[in-house]
């Protein structure tokens, strides 16, 4: 165990950056979902703004616990570079079924711990609630921490970037009672709108702005249902980068400042080491305006150049040697005994200059794949998906993820009507040879 002699009466909880936070009690250091490593997402996300020396300003801890899946919460390289500075931590996850994210981990060469059952530490009681909906896709979870002294039981939820049901919200609540400090996610990460429209299109501006009071509402319905003391938004915080910069403006993605007018029990603690706690809800650094512009545009040019994964994967000459129908046949097959989806759902690929894969992603489809001339007419409803194929061949072969590559704004789509249908949509998660 970590020296706890300077832990608070209380829970303290310090902000790093995103989703990244250390909650201590005297009796625990809990690190949750340290995102460090530049690039995730097959190079699209990066951090802004930066922060240097993460591991010094997080420092030591007992126990590391990542919420799910997705590379800007589960960072593989950054927990080894924490490792090597402070020796191996247990890290603690979420029971689902399938659990994407201890198979991911110990393919990594990570043990994880399940945690199925509260856990007691001296004062301290934590939980991991998983977020389930039935869908073989889940992967959230929460983190409900407690700390009984003598006269009452503190308590920080982390609800993380969860988008909340009106079940979950009820059960985080019943599990956590009276919560003094919630953290919350206030905006949408994601590729909508931003790959869904042309820049010449009106309507991206009006997505992008829909999107943000979205999200907003959602918070409400979070923070009214929890009733927390105080409420600090966080996570979801990135730009892209690459030849994706040029998006940054149109995802619909809130500064966690914008949060303050709306709600009054909210505090944005500041990058790098703003903190608050429960034994008397002060805080040290917070942020009361957005970041500048100016700042953006300089970190964007830093990182335009940089070149996505897949980029460096293949040469672009070697494109024409692809087997891509023959994946793509194999991978549909796949992706229909998996699928979720119980009506007509249709998948453009484009694969070339002349040509498209059109893939029906309905469980029992009357014909699962078909080739077609890029000037064919589509059968509604569908999404036409525009991917450079090197990286096709990659999510194919499962070198890459399709939901990582929908969360990085790898590929550009259009709908026909624009609407989302999320069976359809968890297909792609299964569009792969293996």
Known sequence: ?????AAPQGISVRYIYSACVVIATPDIRILSDPWFTEGVYDGSWFQFPKVDKPIELI???DVIYVSHLHPDHYDAKFLRQYFAAYGKKEVVIAAHTPNHLANKMRVDGFGATILQEPRQVGKTRFEILPHKTGSSSDIDSALIVKYTDAQRTHCVVNSNDIIFDDAMSSELKGAAGEVDILLCGYTGAGPYPQTYFDFSDAALA????KKKEAFFERYRALVKTMEAKVNVPFAGQYILGGKLVQLNDYR?????????PLDPHAVVLADAGGEIDTGTLRTEAVRTKPHSVQALRQREAEISALPMDYERL????????????RLLATAARKASERSECDHDYYFAIRISDDESALINACKSPEKLIQFVRNDATLPTPRSEIDIDVRYLFGLLTNVYHWNNAEVGSQYNTRRFPNELD?????FLNYLAVA
């Open 1 to 5: 165990m970590t020296d706890h002699a």
């Open 59 to 61: 420092g030591d801890v």
């Open 206 to 209: 009006v997505q992008a702005q």
């Open 252 to 260: 619909g993605v809130a500064d966690a400042v914008e949060v303050l």
């Open 314 to 325: 293949i040469p672009l000459e070697e494109v024409h040697q692809l087997p891509i129908k």
């Open 422 to 426: 999320r069976q359809a949509q968890n």
